[in-house]
């Protein structure tokens, strides 16, 4: 059974907000609803998020529910999470919940769990040095040698996570730059590094590459025979990694029901399971189980995903925003907004919908930002009195994990501090009087006060946890995950594919030989330029 084909603008509740014309005005809200915040937030566990600054009321969210149910989403949950073939221009059930569920009668349960079985065991080998090097030397060093879904999760979650670190260093190679390779390869000791692929078709050409020349390089310093100790891969493609030499202890499969951008919680988390320990690692599993639930059960008006997703397509379909920021108050999570970057626009950048029509409507979300408080001082202006609607989500920890309380009262200050002037601004009146009371002269304040002026009533979410776990973050990545489906249902579009990286695949490929050749072929007079160019740089 597959999805519905439903075009939202059709729906009722799409025209009724298409017809709202009120502006909302979240100072005039607050105000006149003493429960505002109690009934725009939602606890569960050691989470609480808070969407009661959002250009939203209860007219609103009434109309953005209703959507939901005239688009289907109940049924669309359902067939996601019984493993219905969703992803259907690829003919592919889509399950990466199965990879954190330990119910039983979870699809796929005893293959998973097996998997899972195999993950605990190769990180306790190599992290009490069962599994040692070819040299019998125990392995200091962990490089992941993917790209994209094969990386993005990976190098996001051990980054997050670098508190609860084992006594391994984790590396991460992506980029078909070779600078990129040699720059982690120079600092190595061939002897006591381990080296995983992670490719889910095992012909990305960035991956294979980058392999290649790791595998060389473990030769030349060691010998062929090294490769069996020293390398794992994680894929579909097991006969390329049995041509690659791989020893078949070391060789993790992947599924077709898994999409490479949600794949960190199965065999491509084998290099978090190193940084962070198995059981660590199972509590990040457990973590996104607990969001996976929520999702599946809470009604959407108390569903957190579901709610976020709404308010999201409120401003992208009817407010005209163009882009979210993802603002974590936390250093260790500086990569989250790339990590959704290929999660929120590889899934929901789509301008065909489920019908094979062209799209007269907005789609994806542009996502992009950096962690607090580093973007105060960099692109906060724009988000502060720039011209365009930025909706902000801001992501916090009640405690630092190492206990600065000085430093995190700071942090705090700032992370709540920034919401609030988003959301109350300054007007020109307060201005002034703040000019006077510190004694600027008259001239000076008329002339620059309009410039120290803030509208205001930008809308944030706040996102709030207890600390920064493994369970935590579990939750916090499964929240966006469900996000990210709910508004590809909405949108009338198929999240779990990505044709549209496709294309450039295969030009490079064909580039690849005109380069290499020097026979340049016919293209547009810039391309052509720009081959020619290249190749006198070169010689
Ligand atoms: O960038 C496109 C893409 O197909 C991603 O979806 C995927 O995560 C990445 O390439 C890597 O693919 P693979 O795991 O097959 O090497």
Redesign the pocket.
């Known amino acids: 059974m597959t999805l519905d084909k439903i075009n939202p603008t059709k729906t009722k509740s799409w025209k009724k907000l298409k017809s709202l014309k009120s502006t909302v005005d979240l100072k005039t809200l607050f105000k006149n609803d003493n429960d505002r915040l109690k009934k725009y937030s939602i606890s569960i566990d050691e989470l609480y998020v808070d969407y009661s600054k959002n250009l939203i009321d209860d007219e609103i969210l009434n109309l953005l529910i209703n959507l939901s149910k005239e688009c289907k989403l109940r049924d669309a949950i359902d067939k996601q999470f019984t493993g219905e073939k969703i992803n259907e221009t690829e003919d592919r059930a889509v399950l990466h919940t199965a990879l954190r569920s330990f119910d039983k009668k979870s699809p796929f349960f005893e293959v998973l769990q097996k998997d899972r079985k195999k993950i605990k065991d190769f990180s306790d080998g190599i992290i009490d040095g069962t599994f040692s090097s070819s040299t019998g030397k125990k392995f200091t060093d962990i490089v992941n040698i ?7 999760g990976p190098v996001m979650v051990v980054e997050a996570l670098k508190y609860y670190k084992t006594d391994l260093n984790i590396h991460f190679v992506s980029n078909i730059d070779g600078d990129h390779v040699s720059e982690i390869l120079k600092n190595l000791n061939p002897e006591t590094t381990f080296f995983i692929i ?7 050409q ?2 294979i590459t980058n392999a290649l020349t790791i595998k060389e390089w473990l030769c030349e310093k060691l010998n062929e025979k090294a490769i069996k100790s020293h390398f794992a891969a994680v ?1 579909t493609n097991l006969n390329a990694i049995k041509d690659f030499g791989i020893n078949p202890k070391f060789v993790f499969p ?1 599924y077709d029901f898994i ?3 949600f ?1 960190l919680w199965g065999t ?1 988390g084998l290099s978090i399971s190193l940084a962070i320990g198995y059981q660590n690692f199972e509590k990040l599993l457990k973590g996104a189980n607990s969001m996976d639930l929520h999702f599946k059960n809470e009604p959407f008006e108390k569903n957190i995903p579901v709610i976020l997703a709404l308010i999201s397509i409120w401003y992208n379909n009817f407010l005209d925003a163009e882009s979210e920021a993802i603002i974590p108050y936390s250093e260790y999570l500086k990569y989250l907004p790339s990590y959704l970057q ?1 999660a929120v626009m ?1 899934s929901n950048g789509k301008s065909v919908d489920r019908n094979g029509n062209f799209i007269k409507y907005q789609t994806g979300n542009i996502i992009w930002g950096g962690s607090g408080t580093n973007a105060q001082h960099a692109f906060f202006q724009l988000i502060h009195q720039g011209t365009k609607l930025i909706p902000c989500d801001f992501i916090g920890f009640k405690k630092s994990l190492y206990g600065n309380d000085d430093h995190h009262n700071k942090l705090l200050s700032n992370f709540i501090g920034q919401s609030e002037a988003l959301l109350n601004g300054i007007g020109l009146d307060d201005v002034k009087t703040e000019m006077l009371i510190s004694q600027e002269s008259h001239d000076k304040m008329d002339k620059i006060a309009p410039f120290k002026v803030f509208e205001g009533n930008k809308p944030t979410t706040t996102i709030l946890f207890n600390n920064l776990t493994p369970k935590s973050l579990g939750m916090l990545i499964s929240m966006y995950e469900h996000k990210i489906f709910t508004q590809g249902i909405i949108w009338n579009i198929f999240s779990y594919d ?1 044709w549209g ?2 294309l450039g ?1 295969k030009l490079a490929a064909k580039l690849l030989t005109e380069i290499q050749t020097g026979k340049i072929k016919k293209h547009d007079d810039s391309s052509t330029f720009l081959l020619k160019k290249t190749k006198i740089t070169k010689n």
């Open positions: 993917g790209i994209g879904g094969s990386d993005l992670v490719s889910k078709t095992f012909t990305t960035e991956t894929s992947m999409g490479g951008r794949s491509v290929q590889e990505q990286v496709e695949k």
